[in-house]
Nanobody, 121 residues
Framework: QVQLVESGGGSVQPGGSLRLSCAAVGSIFSISHMGWYRQTPGMQRELVAGITRDGATTYKDSVKGRFAISREEALNTAYLQMNSLKPEDSAVYYC???????????????WGRGTQVTVSS
């Protein structure tokens, strides 16, 4: 069984930094793309940053230049370095991964449980 385990959320003042980690654990054959989404109450979940197996990245416009996504293939782990945080970055952040497990014939989407990020003075 595959799970995505997130860590690194918390509270920080505006201008501060946080680093989120997402480890895919369990029986995994291959991971295609990984990404971070966020959601605030009453709003739809939105893509913050994504990274392919080849290392190509994509970012939400409002986080470009402040956030950086990376992944470590050997550990099946993705990271989101968040700098110059703003109050509007406050949300629950969810990790997503597209994973092929042994015995499966296609990739499936997996989600983490979410980690709270709060930016406030």
């Amino acid at each position: 069984q595959v799970q995505l385990v997130e860590s690194g959320g918390g509270s920080v003042q505006p201008g501060g930094s946080l680093r989120l980690s997402c480890a895919a654990v369990g029986s995994i054959f291959s991971i295609s793309h990984m990404g971070w989404y966020r959601q605030t109450p009453g709003m739809q979940r939105e893509l913050v940053a994504g990274i392919t197996r080849d290392g190509a990245t994509t970012y939400k416009d409002s986080v470009k230049g402040r956030f950086a996504i990376s992944r470590e293939e050997a550990l099946n782990t993705a990271y989101l370095q968040m700098n110059s945080l703003k109050p509007e970055d406050s949300a629950v952040y969810y990790c997503h991964a597209n994973i092929l497990a042994p015995g499966d014939y296609e990739y499936y989407d997996y989600w983490g449980r979410g980690t709270q990020v709060t930016v406030s003075s």
